[in-house]
């Protein structure tokens, strides 16, 4: 499996940006997906998870604000994020699991993407 994220970047507290994933290696529509980050000095959290079926969780401080979501025929997933605070600042990764149907759990993530830098500014 592959996974390649973009969309990473420098911007303002209060501003948007997407992340996608592109994978391949395995069939994308049957497992779950997920967006993890890691702060400087912190240990990586997951930030967002989605289904196969599309059912989706998130972290507490980015509900209401990040929006995971999934294009099967793209083999590609997003995560975007608006009203971003510096907080938000970090490597975000995309990673995929071998979990089919539910959520996964962090543990359950077995492919990881090379990540992506976000840094927003106050």
């Known amino acids: 499996v592959q996974l390649q994220a973009s969309g990473g970047g420098s911007v303002q507290a209060g501003d948007s940006l997407t992340l996608s994933c592109a994978h391949s290696?395995?069939?994308?529509?049957?497992?779950?997906m997920g967006w993890f980050r890691q702060a400087p000095g912190k240990q990586r959290e997951l930030v967002a998870a989605?289904?196969?079926?599309?059912?989706?969780e998130y972290l507490d401080s980015v509900k209401g604000r990040f929006t995971i979501s999934r294009d099967n025929a793209k083999n590609t997933v997003y995560l975007e994020m608006n009203s971003l605070k510096p907080e938000d600042t970090g490597i975000y990764y995309c990673?995929?699991?071998?979990?089919?149907?539910?959520?996964?759990?962090?543990?359950?993530?077995?492919?990881w993407g090379q990540g992506t830098q976000v840094t927003v500014s106050s």
């Open positions: 990673a995929s699991s071998g979990i089919p149907y539910r959520i996964a759990t962090a543990a359950e993530y077995d492919y």
């Open positions: 290696g395995r069939t994308f529509r049957t497992y779950g």
């Open positions: 989605i289904s196969s079926s599309e059912s989706t």
